[in-house]
């Protein structure tokens, strides 16, 4: 018999099923798109039903794929951290699932930093709130929807609550828990985190802590015949897909950097400690006992480009666009791009729900390839920006997620980061990590180090050039203190757009045109 790990990854807008030899191997995989809904501009929401019965079909169609000399001794389940996925009594959703780029909360945390609570809950968490945070979007549905959360019986994140309907287990790990609920050096729940925010109540509504690497519980007959897994296949508690992703790109040694450049770009190393610094931004999650993970999950990353070349260059293909780019030189000849293009602000290597992505410098003499190149360099300072507000000098960062595809890009991170880039052999590396955490809780692997060692290997890697090193050093500069020079302005902005929207309403008698949740765009 074969023996195979299954790895479940829930994105935000892609979910995943992998099966793994215990080698590594990828043997076959199943993905369908999960729709994120808007039902008000800034709001962003999905279906729990729905989600659950996506990553079913997914799992179904991986299953049936097996050979039949295939055994499935494990599975691990990863997905999309933070947001706020609430069941009742009954094990059935409250209202649809709001996620972690949601930026309703956004006045709450703007508050919570002006009032000094934010700087309490940063001492307990070791991380800074942000407005797609469980612990923000709670405390918004406390005073706009109050009968949800009267209603409500578990908070779960995203693959919590996949777990829950292959096991009916209630439970989460330190890694989802860490931000808006963890004492994070103790690893465990702090009742201080709620009173200073006035919400005693969610305190009974916290699933108990598992760790990652520990069994969970075991797939039920209902979710055997909805997703063709054998009844009884043990599942693990795992991890959200930030560290998840860093184990399965190969990054798990205290010091080691990883990175994803996907729909967020984050940024991170593994701790031996509870480091909460330096600086109070970014977020410290603890994995399992005696580790932990610092990192800096910034609120958008490929999604800049994406908007970029549809808006500006009006192209699809990656390589032509890249054919122009490479052609402008370190500095887009003047034009600076911050990638702050989420409505729900930045989270890092700040936090402000009011930040919002520009241009800067332009003359007539740019061109379309100008401001790409500018967007491809924004977004690598970016992490230059994240990485300076870890604790530890990366020399050495495992980078997957869809900007690792581009050789062009590797390199100007290389030049960037001042740092080698690693690019690890093979895809899907979060539903890879869930499942190497499947292999260790079944007793595959004897821990976590032994099962990257035996499993991991790397495809490609990039070299910093010393000269392009020094040139991004002078550009990164200028790239910080321009927006360190924007955030009153950011302030000023939302308040101008709120007043032009009310004389626009007196004037006209009509309702305001659309707005994040915050009443801002």
């Known amino acids: ?145 109050p009968e949800t959360v009267e209603a409500a019986s578990t908070v779960f994140w995203c693959k919590d609550w996949l777990k829950y309907r292959l096991t009916g287990v209630r439970a989460t790990d330190f890694s989802d828990a860490s931000l808006p609920y963890l004492d994070v050096a103790a690893q465990e729940y702090s009742d201080e985190v709620l009173s200073v925010v006035d919400m005693p109540e969610i305190a009974d509504m916290l699933p108990p802590l598992v760790p990652g690497t520990k069994l969970v519980g075991e797939v039920t007959e209902a979710a055997a015949r909805r997703t063709g897994l054998p009844n009884g296949t043990p599942v693990v508690s795992g991890f959200f897909d930030v560290p998840a992703s860093a184990i399965g790109s190969g990054a798990v040694m205290p010091g080691d950097g990883s990175s994803v450049v996907g729909t967020t770009s984050l940024s991170q190393t593994l701790l031996d400690e509870p480091i909460t610094g330096p600086g109070r931004v970014g977020m410290t999650a603890a994995l399992d006992e005696g580790r932990w993970s610092r990192f800096m999950a910034s609120m958008t990353g490929t999604p800049n480009l994406d908007w970029a070349i549809e808006e500006i260059m009006d192209k699809t293909e990656f390589d032509l666009v890249e054919e122009e ?126 099962a990257v060692r035996e499993t991991s290997s790397v495809s490609r890697s990039f070299e910093p050039r010393p000269e392009c090193v020094e040139q991004y050093r002078r550009w990164y500069d200028v790239y910080k203190s321009a927006y360190e020079a924007t955030f009153d302005v950011w302030d000023r902005r939302i308040d101008a757009l709120d007043d032009l929207r009310r004389m626009a309403t007196d004037t006209a008698g009509i309702e305001p045109s659309e707005t994040d949740a915050a009443g801002k765009i």
Not at 366 to 375: M, N
Not at 378 to 386: T, V
Not at 397 to 410: E, Q, T, V
């Open 1 to 145: 018999m074969t023996q195979v790990l299954l790895g479940i990854d829930a994105g935000t807008t892609v979910i995943k099923t992998v099966a793994f030899t215990l080698d590594g191997a990828s043997l076959h995989r199943s993905s369908v798109e999960n729709a994120v809904e808007n039902p008000e501009s800034g709001w962003a929401e999905q279906s729990m039903e729905t989600t659950w019965g996506k990553t079913a079909r997914t799992v179904r169609a991986v299953v049936e794929s097996l050979e039949e000399d295939a055994e499935i001794v494990g599975l691990g389940v990863t997905g999309q951290g933070d947001g706020c996925w609430l069941i009742d009594e009954a094990g059935d959703p409250v209202r649809p699932a709001i996620l972690w780029s949601d930026g309703r909360a956004g006045e709450y945390v703007k508050r919570w930093q002006e009032e000094g609570i934010e700087d309490r809950l940063y001492d307990i968490c070791g991380g800074s709130q942000f407005p797609g945070s469980s612990l923000a979007i709670l405390r918004w549905l406390k005073d706009n929807e």
């Open 325 to 450: 780019v490479e052609c402008v030189p370190i500095g887009s000849d003047g034009v600076l791009y911050h990638p702050f293009l989420s409505v729900a602000g930045e989270r890092a290597p700040f936090s402000d729900p009011n930040a919002r992505a520009q241009f800067m410098g332009l003359t007539q003499e740019h061109t379309q390839a100008h401001l790409v190149r500018a967007v491809y360099e924004g977004i690598s300072l970016a992490m230059r920006d994240c990485y300076d507000s870890l604790p530890y000098d990366a020399n050495e960062i495992y980078l997957s997620g869809g900007g690792a595809n581009s050789d062009f890009w590797c390199q100007m991170f290389a030049d960037c980061l001042d740092a080698t880039i690693l690019v690890p052999e093979g895809e899907e590396f979060g539903a890879k990590g869930a499942a190497l955490l499947a292999g260790i809780a079944t007793g595959r692997y004897d821990d976590l180090e032994s």
